[in-house]
């Protein structure tokens, strides 16, 4: 899919959908606020938000007293939404209006964060440009978390294809780079009664 057509897709879909709407719909990013307690990310970390849309966690991360978060997204029309919801909060935010794989990093980060952004990319240029992006965007002991769809979840989704992922086929890719730490699956119940199943790797920067 040509990127001007996949921009144009998903600025359409947060212009006519609403939160409850979209499937990757969470009130509570239970998972990813977990994984941050676990690594114990702290306070002062800067986190990149990859996908983040006008996903909540954003709204978790102030909350909580993060200082140094970035969200990036394809869509304009998401970050948007997210700037309105979060008030005057939202300045507090850096915003990036970029396709994930054709991010250009201006600073360095200690957390690189991604649910449900990764599995669009089904080319095998896009995902290395990816993986040595985030190579050289997260700082040495730095960690990157990264949610797909597992071999049991959806082929689509919101009607485009997606790449699914098995534990040894994810820990292998990011593997190139990355040392890992663990890889789970979770089940994510959505707006509509459905059951998408995911895997989330996560990895660490170690040289």
């Known amino acids: ?63 909580k007293g993060y200082t140094d978060v970035s969200v990036l997204d394809i869509s304009e029309a998401a970050l948007k939404r997210a700037q309105t919801r979060l008030g005057d909060q939202a300045t507090k935010v850096e915003w990036i209006c970029a396709d994930a794989s054709e991010f250009i990093p201006t600073k360095t980060y200690d957390y690189w964060h991604d649910r449900a952004a990764f599995h669009f990319l089904t080319q095998a240029h896009e995902i290395e440009q990816y993986l040595k992006t985030a190579h050289q965007a997260l700082n040495l002991g730095g960690y990157l978390t990264v949610g ?5 979840g959806p082929l689509k989704c919101s009607g485009i294809p997606i790449q699914q992922y098995s534990e040894m086929q994810l820990s292998a890719t990011f593997g190139k780079y990355f040392k890992k730490i663990n890889c789970f699956t979770v089940d994510h119940p959505t707006p509509f009664d459905t059951i998408q199943n995911f895997i989330f790797g996560i990895f660490q920067k170690t040289k």
């Not at 979209?22 to 239970?30: D, F, K, R």
């Not at 797909?148 to 049991?152: A, L, Q, R």
């Open 148 to 152: 797909t769809f597992s071999e049991n």
């Open 1 to 63: 899919m040509e990127d001007f057509n996949r921009k144009n897709h998903w600025d359409n879909i947060y212009q006519t959908k609403s939160l409850q709407e979209v499937s990757w719909y969470q009130p509570v990013p239970e998972t990813s606020l977990q994984i941050m307690a676990d690594l114990n990310i702290s306070i002062d970390a800067s986190i990149i938000d990859i996908g983040g849309g006008d996903s909540f966690l954003v709204d978790e991360l102030l909350q």
